[in-house]
Structure formats: structure tokens, C-alpha cells
């Protein structure tokens, strides 16, 4: 049997060494579960960073692809396919906005929102700048690390102009910001809970308080919601706990179970200033992805993960709650996007967690991030619990400098 030292190794000879990878080195997965090259299990939380909705090798989900594949994978936008009506008409219905188009990842959601917002701003003669907010996460690409972190762009620069940051959840500044000069403001984009910022949810007061700003100015609000779509948090999206609708919602992650597709989903009036050849694609949209996205659409809808999301995921948050350990700061989210704020570096602690067979993630440092797929069941979970509880037992406290 080839360790997994062996083949990390060979992947460190070859690959572009920009993953700080973990151990296991996985072969294969069912449901909630991965296993490694070694035979070790693992209760998935992660699931693929958000994307995995409904675990691995789901039965109902790889009858839906074969079907698809021995059909059509992939022709071109010059020729409609099914599958893309379907989904189009299907997410149409689901978010309430107008227009559909269909891209191959969240970051480039992202760079087809910006491009959206900017002509919808020339056309009425404003000025083109994004706003965006301080530790939010939009993507890899030089628009989105634009609108990201500043340790993103070390080294890739010179940045693209006219982005800017304000603080987030700070209906203040970005009211400040706005009355300065709201001619010059094309967009302000806010993820609706951040997710690599350190599962932060916005407050309903202050996304309220941006849409009003922006029908006052005519800004175009866009929600990305590439992590908080598709039930990740007990609902379609997770504006509808808000109750408020943007222009523009970007979408990936869960969307594909795996596949990777994204969408953009956007009002009539700012789809109109829209021509032929504005925006495309080569393999957005294809047949493959979009009936993938579909099946997962559906199984979501009858097997009511919604309901099972929002249960299951405020029974987590509470037994978090219940633990009341002196390392736990606080503990934040909906659904099944829930984050640990810890009072040390997250990231060792994930190879405690892969030494009990569980997977989480780390972000913002000190969180760990739960993204379990959607089918994970309150038995899964409570096994976590019972090994976070084990975890905390053998730590000890961070000796601080008076």
C-alpha cells in the first residue's frame, strides 16, 4: 500500500506549491464520511469547503449525471440546451430576481457581477468604484483580491483601481462613505455572513439600511452568496432571513454538489444594459453542470434538508453554546455555516480533530469552520461534539504577556 508521505512527496514535486494540504490523502467517499489511502474514516465537515451539499456518492445524484452523460456534456452557447432553461427558470423562481447566467465557479460570479454593475452604472452616467466590506472573501481572481484581504495581494499587484473597503456590519461608515460622493459608487457588494472573514452574519439592520442606500442613489447591491447559497443555511438563500432583495446575487459552492458551476442572478434593469457579447462563457452553462445542479436542486427540495439544516443546525449551535469552555470566545452562524471563535490559531487544532476521524476547517485564524454537507445527520454530529468536548479537555491556557 503507497503511504500518504509517499504520494505527498510526488505532489510536492509536481504541483504549484500554493495548498498548505492537510495528512490524509482521500480515495473515496459515502455520504458524510471520506476515507484515506490508509483506510482511515473521517466524519466530513467540511465538505469540500461549502460545496458538497449532499455528501458523497449520492445515489439519486450519480443517476442524475449518468443520465445526463449519456446524453450531452457539453455544445457551446450557440446552441440552447436543456438543462440550462430548466435551472434558469428554476433559480428565477427560487430567488425572485429576473435573469440567469451561468458561469463555471464563484469567482467568476464575482468578476460577471462587477462587469454588470459597471455597465449598469455607465449607462446612467455614474462612476464605476465597488464598495466592498473589510473581511469579506469574494474570490482569487485580481477583481475580487481587489475586494478582499490586503495579505491576498501581496505581490500581484498593481491592483485594479476603484475598489474600496469600509467596515463591515458599520452602516456608519459605508453611510459616510455613500454621502461623500454616491455619484462616483457603481456597487457595494456585501456576502450576506462571511464566511472566510470568520462565519460572520450581517445584521439585518445594516443590509436593510444598504438597500435603502442604494435605491437612494441607484447603487447596485449585490449579495454574494457563493457560500451561503443553496440551504447552507436552512433556506434557499440566505437573504430570505433578511427578508431583502439585492440586484445581483452571485452563486457556486453547493449549487453543483461537487460540479463545479456558478451563477449570476440579477434584476431586469440592471440585465438591460446588457448587449450581445458583453459577457460569455465557454463551458458555463453546459448541459452536464446545469442538470447536476438541477438533481441537487431537487433532492434538497423533497428530501427537506431545508427543515433538516435549520433543526439540526440550531440543535448544534445550542449544544456549542452548552459546552461553556474558557477557549470557546463565541460561537456564531445559521444552519450548517457555523464558526468557532477560539482563543488560540485554529489551524493546529485541525490536526487534533483529524487524529479523532473529523474534518473541520479553519479560518480568520482563530475560527473553525463547520460546513457539513446537508445531509448529515444529529447522530454525525453529536459524535463531533462528544470529540470537540474531548479536545478541549487537553488544552491548556495561553500564557499571556502582562
Known amino acids: 500500500m503507497v503511504s500518504s508521505n509517499d504520494l505527498y512527496k510526488q505532489d510536492l514535486a509536481h504541483?504549484?506549491?500554493?495548498?498548505?494540504?492537510?495528512?490524509?490523502?482521500?480515495?473515496?467517499?459515502?455520504?458524510?464520511?471520506?476515507?484515506?489511502?490508509?483506510?482511515?474514516?473521517?466524519?466530513?465537515?467540511?465538505?469540500?469547503?461549502?460545496v458538497n451539499?449532499?455528501?458523497?456518492?449520492?445515489?439519486?445524484?450519480?443517476?442524475?449525471?449518468?443520465?445526463?452523460?449519456?446524453?450531452?456534456?457539453?455544445?457551446?452557447?450557440?446552441?440552447?440546451?436543456?438543462?440550462?432553461?430548466?435551472?434558469?427558470?428554476?433559480l428565477k423562481e427560487l430567488s425572485g430576481l429576473d435573469r440567469v447566467f451561468f458561469s463555471n465557479s464563484g469567482a467568476e460570479s464575482i468578476e460577471g457581477?462587477?462587469?454588470?454593475?459597471?455597465?449598469?452604472?455607465?449607462?446612467?452616467?455614474?462612476?464605476?468604484t465597488?464598495?466592498?466590506?473589510?473581511?469579506?472573501?469574494?474570490g482569487r481572481t485580481y477583481a475580487a483580491i481587489a475586494m478582499g484581504k490586503s495579505a491576498m495581494q501581496e505581490g500581484f499587484g498593481p491592483m485594479p483601481s476603484h475598489f474600496e473597503k469600509v467596515?463591515?456590519?458599520n452602516i456608519e461608515a459605508i453611510t459616510q462613505r455613500v454621502e461623500q460622493n454616491p455619484t462616483d459608487i457603481a456597487a457595494i457588494i456585501v456576502e450576506p455572513i462571511q464566511g472566510e472573514?470568520?462565519?460572520?452574519?450581517a445584521t439585518k439592520g445594516y443590509l436593510s439600511s444598504l438597500r435603502q442606500l442604494c435605491d437612494e442613489h441607484n447603487i447596485v447591491l449585490i449579495f454574494d452568496e457563493v457560500q451561503?447559497?443553496?440551504?447552507?443555511?436552512?433556506?434557499?438563500?440566505?437573504?430570505?432571513?433578511?427578508?431583502?432583495?439585492?440586484?445581483?446575487?452571485?452563486?457556486?459552492?453547493?449549487?453543483g454538489g461537487g460540479v463545479p458551476i456558478g451563477a449570476i442572478l440579477c434584476a431586469e434593469k440592471v440585465s438591460l444594459t446588457l448587449d450581445k457579447g458583453d459577457h460569455g462563457t465557454t463551458f458555463g452553462g453546459n448541459p452536464f453542470a446545469c442538470a447536476t445542479a438541477l438533481a441537487v436542486i431537487d433532492i434538497i427540495a423533497k428530501d427537506r434538508l431545508l427543515q433538516h439544516v435549520t433543526t439540526v443546525g440550531s440543535w448544534l449551535i445550542d449544544q456549542l453554546q452548552n459546552i461553556?469552555?474558557?477557549?470557546?470566545?463565541?460561537?456564531?452562524?445559521?444552519?450548517?455555516?457555523?464558526?468557532?471563535?477560539?482563543?488560540?490559531?485554529?489551524?493546529?487544532?485541525l490536526f487534533a480533530f483529524l487524529d479523532s476521524g473529523i474534518m473541520v476547517n479553519a479560518t480568520a485564524g482563530n475560527v473553525i469552520r463547520l460546513v457539513p454537507p446537508l445531509i448529515t445527520t444529529q447522530e454525525q454530529l453529536s459524535h463531533f461534539i462528544a470529540k470537540f468536548s474531548e479536545i478541549l479537555a487537553t488544552l491548556t491556557d495561553i500564557p499571556t504577556n502582562s
Request: glycine share 12%; net charge positive; charged share 20%.
Open 228 to 255: 451561503t447559497g443553496v440551504g447552507r443555511t436552512g433556506k434557499w438563500f440566505a437573504k430570505d432571513h433578511y427578508n431583502i432583495q439585492p440586484d445581483i446575487i452571485t452563486m457556486a459552492k453547493g449549487l
Open 113 to 128: 457581477a462587477v462587469k454588470i454593475a459597471r455597465k449598469y452604472a455607465t449607462s446612467n452616467s455614474k462612476g464605476v
Open 324 to 349: 461553556k469552555s474558557p477557549y470557546i470566545k463565541d460561537i456564531r452562524g445559521m444552519g450548517f455555516m457555523i464558526g468557532i471563535e477560539m482563543d488560540r490559531p485554529s489551524r493546529p487544532l
Open 197 to 201: 472573514g470568520g462565519i460572520k452574519p
Open 15 to 50: 504541483y504549484l506549491p500554493v495548498f498548505n494540504r492537510l495528512p490524509p490523502v482521500i480515495t473515496h467517499g459515502k455520504g458524510a464520511l471520506l476515507y484515506d489511502v490508509e483506510g482511515n474514516e473521517y466524519l466530513d465537515l467540511v465538505a469540500g469547503i461549502a
Open 167 to 169: 467596515p463591515f456590519n
Open 130 to 138: 465597488i464598495v466592498s466590506a473589510e473581511g469579506g472573501f469574494h
Open 53 to 90: 451539499a449532499l455528501g458523497h456518492s449520492h445515489p439519486e445524484l450519480i443517476k442524475a449525471q449518468q443520465g445526463q452523460l449519456n446524453k450531452l456534456t457539453h455544445i457551446s452557447n450557440a446552441y440552447l440546451n436543456l438543462p440550462q432553461l430548466d435551472l434558469s427558470i428554476k
